[in-house]
């Protein structure tokens, strides 16, 4: 049998992605204000090596540089994020026209290459000002913070970038950040972590709403961080833990995007912990008015779970949270988390993993893009998939990186077969195009087709050296996925 020759869309738009903190440096030149990721990742023992994006890889300087290799590279779309900071100094208020002026000449230099900008309004580097000032997500004053900031961009460039995305991975900062106090603003409290969450939803249906009004012609919505949650066996208990995981890791943000409203069963365990947000009705009517164009799909991994540790016998409403559970007083250090009570985290057997202990599962990536497509209903762009690795510069100055090559290919040819399913994709974007800072792992965790030489502790020459998967991504974007089919 011979196989099909992989074909994608013609206006597929191949990409590669970053985001403002991990790239630009720049930190405080031409008039930027502090994030809350400057003043963090300079708190000793925050970060690896205390490694920060002060100058990270000098793109603010060398974006022009960058935006030629993307050319040669043949992408079809760049995704970037904007450091709010530089467009409101101090989150809000006065317009900095240089950091207008710097995303002006970067839209330009990719509009003129032919490459499709889609542009990230909210990659984790709150204006540290709205942290001083309001508490940062804790407080509603940053929606109206976010706001101005929206309509400056949208007013500025809505004429010029077609694809918005709104938040990045917004169950990943709200949870390092506000429970895990591996981010900022450096929080271990989960019920502040789930107001904050709320807070953040509210500025995104607040963001889509305005843009739909400013910028009819274009399309905008939020990038998540999915992954599919698979049951450990066939046991009904195991089955019903992953449809626990799946609500509690996906829904909780999924359905508030496209429908408006918390999945109820984690709503209700929350409550019963007293851990869930206040939600007004004038909240639902705002969260359930703003509905996405498309949802940006960032995938990495997933999970595979257990029943949970803990009997669940009677879940009603009326029921104390103590008498959820009568082994509440077992010696389970995480009977405070909600998860105790909904599914237990496994190792799966059939999946292996990078060099940084991260599952590699290109199925599970056609799972995931099914299963939300199916759900929600929405276009879908893949603005994040790819894998960190310690590439190592030869002593003749290459980058030999096959095990990138294999885990692309096999996830682009999962995409395709999602593709095939009936999946409307309409993107990907690879992260990363240039190698960048990894908020928690340094320099040496490196994502790129493209090496930049430096490290933790120097910048050495921030020379940009494309890697083998540079030239092997090249040729797949030049025969639009057919030399997918050869290997
Ligand atoms: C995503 C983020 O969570 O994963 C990126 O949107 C991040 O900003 C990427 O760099 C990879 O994570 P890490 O921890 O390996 O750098």
Redesign the pocket.
């Known amino acids: 049998m011979t196989k099909e020759t992989i074909t994608f869309p013609k206006d597929f738009l191949w990409g590669a992605a970053s ?1 403002a903190y ?1 790239v630009e440096g720049a930190y405080d030149r031409d008039g930027k204000g502090p994030s809350i990721w400057d003043v963090f990742a300079k708190i000793p023992g925050k970060t690896k090596n205390g490694t920060n994006g002060d100058i990270a890889v000098d793109h603010y300087d060398r974006y022009l540089e960058d935006v030629d290799l993307m050319q040669k590279l043949g992408m079809k779309a760049y995704r970037f994020s904007v450091a709010w900071s530089r467009i409101l100094p101090a989150g809000e208020g006065a317009v900095n026209e240089a950091g207008i002026a710097f995303y002006a000449r970067l839209i330009k230099a990719l509009k003129d290459r032919g490459i499709e900008p889609i542009l990230t309004l909210y ?2 580097d709150l204006p540290q000002a709205l942290q001083d000032k309001y508490g940062g997500w804790e407080s509603r004053q940053t929606i109206d913070a976010f706001i101005q900031y929206c309509r400056v961009l949208f007013t500025r460039f809505g004429k010029d970038v077609r694809y918005w995305v709104t938040f ?2 917004q169950n ?1 900062f709200t949870g390092l950040g506000y429970r895990w106090a591996s981010h900022p603003p450096n929080v271990t409290d989960i019920k502040r972590m789930y107001a904050a969450n709320h807070v953040v939803n509210l500025a995104n249906a607040a963001a889509i709403n305005l843009f739909h009004e400013l910028v009819p012609t274009g399309q905008i919505g939020p ?1 998540f ?1 999915y992954g599919e949650v698979y049951p450990a066996t066939s046991d009904p208990a195991d089955v019903l833990a992953a449809l626990n995981a799946n609500e509690f890791n996906n829904a909780w943000w999924l359905d508030i995007y496209c429908r408006g409203h918390y999945p109820v069963r984690i709503f209700r365990l929350l409550t019963q912990m007293g851990i869930a947000p206040t939600v007004t009705d004038a909240d639902t009517a705002l969260l359930t008015s703003a509905q996405p164009d498309f949802l940006g799909i ?1 995938y ?1 991994h997933g999970g595979t779970v257990a029943r949970p540790t803990v009997a669940e016998t009677d879940t009603t409403a009326e029921k104390t949270f103590a008498a959820i559970d009568p082994y509440m007083m077992a010696a389970d250090h995480d009977q405070d988390s909600p998860e105790h009570y909904l599914f237990t985290s496994v190792e799966n057997p059939h999946l292996q993993k990078t060099e ?1 202990g ?1 599952e590699i599962d290109p199925v599970g990536f056609r799972v995931a893009l099914r299963s939300v497509y199916e759900k929600y209903q929405l276009p879908i762009i893949v603005t ?1 998939n ?1 894998l ?1 690795a310690y590439d190592q510069l030869t002593p003749t100055g290459e980058i030999h990186d096959p095990y990138r090559i294999t885990y692309l290919r096999d996830h682009l040819v999962q995409l395709y077969g999602a593709l095939q399913d009936g999946v409307p994709v309409l993107g990907y974007c690879a ?2 195009f240039t190698d ?1 800072l ?4 340094g320099y040496a ?1 490196r ?1 790129g087709f493209i090496y930049v030489n430096r490290d933790d502790t120097s910048e050495k020459t921030l020379t940009r050296i494309p890697k083998d998967s540079f030239y092997w991504y090249q040729n797949v974007i030049r025969s639009n996925g057919a030399t997918l089919t050869e290997q």
């Not at 990894?438 to 792992?441: D, E, F, G, R």
């Open positions: 985001a991990q990659h984790w990045n991975e990943v990038s961080g960032n990495y940084f991260w994040e790819g960190g992260w990363s960048l990894s908020w928690l792992n965790k994502y």
